[in-house]
């Protein structure tokens, strides 16, 4: 089955404390982001990676890293989380060089910094 | 001003209506145009997808574009419960592009 896998599905963290969302797709897809989902600002773009080893910035990506080092992974890196990284983090991949209509989104990771 | 502008909602409807949610956008360079639907704690799922204006029916899903007045549509006729969800609306003017531009989302809620 053709999917995006975010792990962990929901997490709780203290400020400061780095933690890593692991994304993975089994679709052998060229492209992978990172969006935030907030109430009212709806998806805003983290990180995106047009393939292994190309990463570049979206809208906001303060506080936050990435990596590509396979295909198939894109994990998620807050150094140092704070607060306002609280937050519903979607991964997405697509075939091709960029978002396309046959993208799929993984489930989400619900972040809550305290 | 938001490049896209979507009402959020919410939306309450019977069973059986007429559904309509729209988006507005201001970049005229847009020319490809989304619909996802969003369950409660899942991943946004694409529902429709339209390239430049005009419209594209599947089903009892209507998508509408109007360019000139950059403004564009879903439809969901005999709305059932399980249409209750959010739906986003999302553009580009590329087919692939390094990012989507999203609405906010409408939630929609369709009573039995």
């Known amino acids: 089955e053709a999917q995006v896998t975010q792990n962990p599905r929901y997490l709780i963290t203290v400020t400061g404390k780095k933690l890593t969302v692991t994304c993975s797709q089994n679709?052998?897809?060229?492209?992978m982001s990172w969006y935030r989902q907030d109430p009212g600002l709806g998806l805003r773009q983290i990180y995106y990676s047009m393939n292994v080893e190309v990463t570049d910035k979206g809208d906001v990506p303060e506080g936050y890293k990435v990596s590509r080092k396979e295909k198939r992974n894109f994990p998620l890196i807050l150094e140092s989380p704070s607060p306002n990284q609280t937050s519903l983090y979607f991964c997405?991949?697509?075939?091709?060089?960029?978002?396309?209509?046959?993208?799929?989104f993984g489930q989400g990771t619900r972040l809550t910094v305290v | 001003q938001k490049e896209v502008e979507q009402d959020p909602g919410p939306l309450s409807v019977p069973e059986g209506a007429i559904v309509s949610l729209n988006c507005t956008y201001s970049?005229?360079?847009?020319?490809?145009f989304m619909w996802y639907r969003q369950y409660s704690r899942k991943g946004p799922e694409l529902l429709m997808y339209?390239?430049?204006?005009g419209n594209k029916e599947d089903g009892r899903f209507t998508a509408q574009v109007d360019k000139s007045s950059k403004y564009i549509s879903l439809f969901i006729r005999d709305s059932q419960p399980s249409d209750s969800a959010t739906y986003l609306c999302a553009m580009s003017p590329i087919y692939n592009t390094d990012k989507l531009i999203f609405g906010t989302g409408t939630r929609l809620q369709v009573f039995p």
């Open positions: 997405a991949s697509s075939p091709g060089q960029g978002f396309s209509a046959e993208a799929f």
């Open positions: 679709m052998n897809h060229e492209y």
């Open positions: 339209t390239y430049s204006s």
């Open positions: 970049n005229s360079a847009f020319q490809y």
